[in-house]
């Protein structure tokens, strides 16, 4: 059994910054992939960035300078800091972990950028 449980969103100004974090338990190898993903209603969900058990890390070009992921393999759990936040980053901010056999998704959390 593994769960993917994500936290931190919320409601800021545009130009402000959030920090999520995701925190997987579990049977969770140790080689393994856990990566943002967000999505608004009506649209397909989208990656953000993604981080491997190693520290490879990969970005959307919408995230490049602006997001930072990061995780503690000790803790299973991945972080995004996100900086310079902007209206279009509103959206429902989900958690994956990917390692051998199924994908796990976490319930999501809404991060919401509005003055």
């Known amino acids: 059994q593994v769960q993917v449980v994500e936290s931190g969103g919320g409601l800021v100004q545009p130009g402000g910054s959030l920090r999520l974090s995701c925190a997987a338990s579990?049977?969770?190898?140790?080689?393994?992939?856990m990566g943002w993903y967000r999505q608004v209603p009506g649209k397909q969900r989208e990656l953000v960035a993604v981080?491997?058990?190693?520290?490879?890390?990969h970005y959307a070009d919408s995230a490049k300078g602006r997001f930072s992921i990061s995780r503690d393999n000790a803790k299973n759990t991945v972080y995004l800091q996100m900086n310079s936040l902007k209206p279009e980053d509103t959206a429902a901010y989900y958690c994956?972990?990917?390692?051998?056999?199924?994908?796990?998704w976490g319930q999501g959390t809404q991060v919401t950028v509005s003055s």
């Open positions: 981080i491997t058990s190693d520290g490879f890390t």
């Open positions: 579990g049977s969770i190898f140790s080689i393994n992939t």
């Open positions: 994956k972990l990917s390692q051998q056999g199924p994908d796990y």
